[in-house]
């Protein structure tokens, strides 16, 4: 069975950096890219980034634009860069592969959790102030 697998998560202060991992095990997984979305306890879960393979677009949310950096080193192995963290980052972070086609400058496709599957375990961040 094909798994995404998170980690890379702790605990930081304020200011501080984290690198998050998110690696597909189990065999192949067709899938039109992979996103990043986050929960903080009594909230829903929320976009992150996401991107499209072959040199699609990459897409963040408001909140973290400028201080994330998504990257792919292969189709198997993506990374969030979380820089300059803020206590409002405090979140579970999930990954997950997208199942559905969206136009580069579609950000509500991109945003869109219904349009994915496949969900990591999470790996949980904290950012202290």
């Known amino acids: 069975q094909v798994q995404l697998v998170e980690s890379g998560g702790g605990t930081v202060q304020a200011g501080g950096s984290l690198r998050l991992s998110c690696e597909r095990s189990?065999?192949?997984?067709?899938?039109?890219?992979l996103g990043w979305f986050r929960q903080a306890p009594g909230k829903e879960r929320e976009f992150v980034a996401g991107?499209?393979?072959?040199?699609?677009?990459t897409h963040y949310a408001g909140a973290v634009k400028g201080r994330f950096t998504f990257s792919a080193n292969t189709e198997n192995t993506v990374y969030l860069q979380m820089n300059n963290l803020k206590p409002e980052d405090t979140a579970v972070y999930y990954c997950?592969?997208?199942?559905?086609?969206?136009?580069?400058?579609?950000?509500?496709?991109?945003?869109?959790?219904?349009?994915?599957?496949?969900w990591g375990q999470g790996t949980q961040v904290t950012v202290s102030s």
């Open positions: 997950a592969a997208r199942f559905k086609s969206c136009s580069s400058y579609n950000y509500g496709c991109y945003a869109d959790s219904a349009q994915y599957g496949n």
């Open positions: 189990g065999g192949t997984l067709f899938n039109y890219g």
């Open positions: 991107n499209s393979w072959g040199g699609g677009r």
